[in-house]
């Protein structure tokens, strides 16, 4: 027998008992779709020049590559007609993307980080697409800035994609997290990994350690605890790891455990990651992977966010080490 597809794991999650209505459904296939489009153009490379700045600044002032662009007009192109969005959000604009009046609108929101890890688009290590799906709030037809201010913990669904050796997605809807590995020839994406689980306990810890001047005490604690190894009150030696693309260093978390950190600072004083397209999506999958994901405080997926590009301090990844990190920080 062959393996799962993307639209027959959305059928079978409704079946059993998952919120995957059609709208939905097709909203995530289309973002599969557009994952596709947007593998292909990363793996060009520089056969047709898709490397390089775009000579452009997003709304965070930072430098975007010309895969940026790209990125987030595939996304757009891709979902704008299809009749279930009522708008999008993107890292790459400053405001919300209404759907044009030629198309009929639908009742999802739809964020996302188009291509995330871009440090790395240029020197062929993995980026990825995030993504986020909430409700458009009841009554609303025109979505403004304050129609996607809604906590994580409304996500219905978040995925995102790995431009890797292979092009993966991963996917919630709620209902636990799977893994799909893109097939080339065939062009659709197979179910591979049916039910992601964080392992509790790990070894191994990912941080841009040249930071470290400017954490705060309860980081330090344990990176410092970390570093002691087998000598320390850890009592085992640990292991670093720091692709610098989320996705890539997420998605090792989902497959043999870590904890992945990029916390507030007295340089990133919110934090660095943004909430809503970025830490939001990964801490929905992560806890559906039996993992936590916190900003020291409080639950990610908690957070009333104030403002759509809005930064977070985040900590990620296998439970038992996560609530360490907020022990530590609640002492
Ligand atoms: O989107 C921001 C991002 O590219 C993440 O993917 C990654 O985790 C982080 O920035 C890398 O940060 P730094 O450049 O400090 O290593
Ligand atoms: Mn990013």
């Known amino acids: 027998m062959g393996r799962i597809s993307l639209s027959q794991y959305l059928i079978e999650q409704e079946r059993a008992g998952a919120q995957v209505p059609p709208e939905l459904g097709l909203l995530i296939e289309v973002v599969g779709r557009a994952c596709k489009a947007i593998s292909a153009a990363v793996s060009k490379g520089d056969l047709e020049g898709v490397l390089g700045g775009a000579g452009t600044q997003n709304v965070q002032g930072e430098t975007q590559k010309k895969l940026d662009v790209i990125s987030n007009e595939i996304l757009i192109q891709a979902n704008e007609w299809g009749g279930y969005l009522s708008a999008m959000v993107s890292e790459e604009m400053e405001k919300p993307y209404q759907i044009p009046n030629r198309y009929p609108k639908g009742h999802y929101l739809l964020l996302f980080d188009p291509l ?182 409080r639950r990610i997926m908690d957070i009333q966010p104030e403002a759509l590009h809005q930064r977070v301090g985040v900590v990620l990844g296998s439970k038992h080490e996560v609530e360490r990190i907020a022990r530590y920080h609640a002492g």
Do not use: H
């Not at 799909?180 to 179910?191: H, P």
């Open 116 to 297: 995330d890890g871009s440090s790395n688009i240029d020197v062929n290590v993995s980026v990825g697409t995030i993504f986020s799906v909430l409700r458009c709030p009841e009554g609303v037809g025109d979505p403004d800035e304050s129609s996607f201010l809604q906590p994580g913990a409304q996500q219905v669904a978040a995925g995102f994609a790995v431009y890797g050796p292979s092009t993966l997605l991963v996917l919630t809807v709620g209902r636990g997290a799977a893994g799909f590995t893109l097939d080339r020839e065939v062009g659709s994406f197979k179910l591979t990994r049916e039910r992601i689980v964080i392992p509790e306990e790990t070894s191994e810890f990912a941080i841009n350690m040249s930071n470290m001047r400017n954490w705060r005490a309860p980081i330090r604690r344990y990176i410092d605890e970390c570093l002691a190894g087998k000598s320390g009150v850890r009592e085992r030696d640990f292991n670093m790891r720091w692709v610098a693309s989320m996705v890539a260093d997420v998605y090792r978390i989902l497959s043999r455990g870590g904890v992945f950190m990029y916390p507030s600072d007295l340089k990133y004083k919110s934090g660095r990651l943004r909430l809503m397209y970025e830490a939001n999506p990964m801490a929905f999958i992560v806890e559906q992977a039996g993992g936590a994901a916190t900003d020291g405080a």
